[in-house]
């Protein structure tokens, strides 16, 4: 049987329609390629681990990641703690300030002078036992004196050493300059050297930054005085309170039964004064 002839012509768009099939594979094979590339990309760069989780975005935002992405910790909250501290006791009113204390369940410094009476060494005792610090004043509190010169100043503490170091059991290594260690009675360069050797000697001396201004000829109005220790004091995370304990201060229970509510709802803690606590100063 004679074989059907095939025109040029018949055989030329079979020829083309192939190669135009087969010049098209490359440029598939080269799409999926980069469509499999992007999606790598997108799913691999580093921000990609935390796109689903939307409070580890917002955590990023806010920079609470560390720097290997995981949350950081919640920086903690500067300590609030309150010290109440007392001067120029024991005295006819340390009593009722101490049955507040206690009371309340909280602790104070007591920065005491040379009272030699039975019943200031029962109020000695009794600081100890429920739980208060007891720091120098000197044993004298006479300004004229103590500021005579360095040598009388802790001639004077000495003497203050010996007296107590037998009613409460040890030496107090924590002290209070009789009107802060900036005072217009006391020469610059004897308050100079009485803090050099106080450095030397292991001591440690406290001034304030909140004060109720308790310090008159009669007893100061409780509310007045609360209202001077929140205003001093302000919002600071760290509140060193001066009041006074003596037989005047008739006022002073009054006046903490004000301010003991006030921080203890602001948060506040009441923590007593030592050698280890970071000094509040008004000299280096």
């Known amino acids: 049987m004679p074989k059907k002839s095939v025109s040029k012509a018949a055989v030329l768009p079979r020829i083309r329609r192939k190669g135009a099939k087969t010049a098209a594979y490359p440029i598939i094979i080269l799409t999926a390629l980069l469509g499999i590339f992007v999606c790598c990309a997108l799913f691999f760069r580093p921000e990609s681990r935390f796109a689903e989780d939307p409070a580890v975005d917002t955590a990023a935002d806010a920079g609470q990641l560390d720097a290997g992405g995981t949350q950081a910790a919640e920086p903690e909250e500067p300590e609030k703690v309150v ?90 290594t924590i002290f209070r300059f009789p009107g802060g260690s900036c005072n217009a009675t006391a020469e610059e360069w004897t308050l100079n050297e009485i803090c050099r050797r106080a450095k030397e000697k292991g001591l440690v001396w406290f001034d304030w930054n909140s004060l109720a201004e308790d310090s008159g000829a009669t007893a100061a109005p409780a509310d007045r005085m609360a209202q001077n220790i929140i205003s001093t004091g302000g919002g600071k995370n760290r509140i060193l309170i001066l009041m006074h304990d003596n037989s005047v201060r008739t006022t002073a229970v009054d006046c903490l039964r004000i301010i003991v509510p006030y921080y203890k709802e602001k948060g506040y803690t009441f923590e007593t004064l030592t050698a280890d606590t970071k000094p509040i100063q008004f000299r280096d």
């Open 83 to 172: 010290y109440l501290t007392f001067d120029d006791g024991p005295s006819a009113v340390t009593e009722d300030i101490l049955d507040y204390l206690q009371q309340e369940e909280i602790p104070a410094t007591f920065f005491v002078i040379g009272m030699e009476t039975d019943r200031a060494e029962q109020l000695l005792r009794r600081m100890v036992t429920e739980g208060h610090a007891i720091g120098l004043h000197t044993y004298s509190h006479s300004y004229s004196e103590i500021y005579a010169s360095p040598d009388a100043f802790f001639a004077d503490q000495e003497k203050l050493c010996n007296y107590l170091k037998p009613i409460i059991g040890y030496l107090p």
